[in-house]
């Protein structure tokens, strides 16, 4: 199975930023996708963004301009870099990869937390 190890998450004062990291290994480990998603309190999980293979990225539309996901594929590392938090993206951020042997594969969660 995959293993996903996210880091980087805590408390920020809005207009802060925080850089959340996750990385991936396991077995003949072929990764396609690898991405963001959050989860509110009383909200469903939403896609935050995602970044391919090739490096073509997705982002949410409350997110374009302020964060930015990238990865080492060398090191089946993603990471998101989020600028000028708001408290509306205070949440549970989880790693999300989509590999050819595992298909998707979730990270335990890393809380993001947005003081005003």
């Not at 391919?52 to 996901?69: L, M, W």
């Not at 600028?83 to 979730?106: F, H, M, P, T």
Request: charged letters at 15%; aromatic letters at 8%; a positive charge.
């Amino acid at each position: 199975h995959v293993q996903l190890a996210e880091s980087g998450g805590g408390l920020v004062q809005a207009g802060g930023s925080l850089r959340l990291s996750c990385a991936a290994s396991g077995s003949s480990l072929t990764i396609y996708t690898m991405g963001w998603y959050r989860q509110a309190p009383g909200k469903q999980r939403e896609l935050v963004a995602i970044i391919v293979s090739g490096g073509s990225t997705n982002y949410a539309e409350s997110v374009k301009g302020r964060f930015t996901i990238s990865r080492d594929n060398a090191k089946n590392t993603v990471y998101l870099q989020m600028n000028s938090l708001k408290s509306e993206d205070a949440a549970i951020y989880y790693c999300n990869v989509l590999s050819r042997n595992y298909g998707q594969s979730w990270g335990q969660g890393t809380q993001v937390t947005v003081s005003s």
